[in-house]
């Protein structure tokens, strides 16, 4: 077996390792994203029935309310993009040959992986600043907000790692053309 060969199968079988990985977690994201839902509903119906029975509201589940929400979009956002559910013009990409349907790809999704990185990387640092600051919703109750930006942080580096994932998946699709 050459030394290329071997190189290939090695790369190809830690990215397939780091996508089933990744893939799990993704999976466990949108469960805990759709619990959170049915505890958002549930709040949101709680409350409801206090304001109306009782005149007064149950402290606190808008600034809960506001982090589950932060989950249930940045938890899910990632899995989306796995399951190729976003959004896409397929209408001229169509047309094109497959080599340039693929180069085209990945063209964007670098485009995208520089974008994302940077959003990353600014939700990183308000997050961590968050946190250092001691920085709180204005609302009912004192809730701090270090963890709704910590989530959507999580959330967009899981799109960032299944990104990059995307993009060696079209690589290697590129490299198989070309053999």
């Known amino acids: 077996m050459s030394m290329k060969l071997r190189d290939q199968r090695l790369r190809n079988g830690l990215v397939s390792k780091i996508s089933w990985v990744v893939q799990r977690a993704l999976l466990s994201f949108v469960g805990v994203a759709a619990c ?17 029975l009782f005149n007064r509201p149950i402290l606190g589940v808008i600034e809960i ?3 589950i929400l932060v989950w249930i979009v940045y938890g899910g ?6 399951r190729k559910e976003h959004i896409e013009a397929q209408f001229l990409l169509s047309r094109l040959p497959v080599k340039a349907q693929i ?5 964007t999704l670098l485009i995208v992986v520089v974008f994302i990185g940077n959003v990353l990387y600014a939700t990183i640092d308000h997050a ?5 600051d001691g920085a709180y919703f204005y609302g ?15 959330g967009i580096f899981m799109l960032f790692v299944q990104l990059l994932l ?6 290697s699709d590129l490299r198989k053309l070309g053999s």
């Open 128 to 132: 961590w600043s968050s946190f250092v």
């Open 65 to 67: 309310n506001t982090v």
């Open 77 to 82: 956002i990632a899995y989306c993009q796995m």
């Open 103 to 107: 180069w085209i790809k990945i063209f």
């Open 140 to 154: 009912s109750i004192r809730f701090p907000l270090w963890p709704a930006k910590t989530i959507l942080s999580l």
């Open 36 to 52: 959170g839902l049915i505890i958002m509903t549930g709040t949101i119906i709680l409350d409801v029935g206090s304001r109306f």
């Open 166 to 171: 995307d993009m060696s998946k079209e690589i």
